[in-house]
């Protein structure tokens, strides 16, 4: 059974970082993407970065330069740096994993950022 796990929530004051982790196990094909969603208080979930699997990145224009999603292959492991928080950054975020012909998402991690 394929499993998605985020990790790496918390609080972060106003301008600092955060770096969330999602891994994906059960599954003996490679996923494909990978994209981290987020869905803020009253907000519907929307998408701010996605990776290929190899390595092409698209992103939420209103997170380019402060957003970098990465991954390793070989861990199963995919990353988002958020830098420079804002407000608006406050969400819950998301993991999700296309593996095959299946889409499979995370329970989420909170990230909130404080004034």
């Known amino acids: 059974q394929v499993q998605v796990a985020e990790s790496g929530g918390g609080l972060v004051q106003f301008g600092g970082s955060l770096r969330l982790s999602c891994v994906t196990s059960?599954?003996?094909?490679?996923?494909?993407?990978v994209g981290w969603y987020r869905q803020g208080p009253g907000k519907q979930r929307e998408l701010v970065a996605s990776?290929?699997?190899?390595?092409?990145?698209v992103y939420e224009e209103s997170v380019k330069g402060r957003f970098t999603i990465s991954r390793d292959n070989v861990k199963n492991t995919a990353f988002v740096q958020i830098n420079n928080r804002k407000t608006e950054d406050t969400a819950v975020y998301y993991c999700?994993?296309?593996?095959?012909?299946?889409?499979?998402w995370g329970q989420g991690t909170q990230g909130t950022v404080s004034s």
């Open positions: 990776i290929t699997r190899d390595g092409e990145t």
């Open positions: 059960g599954s003996t094909d490679t996923t494909f993407k």
């Open positions: 999700n994993a296309e593996i095959g012909w299946y889409e499979y």
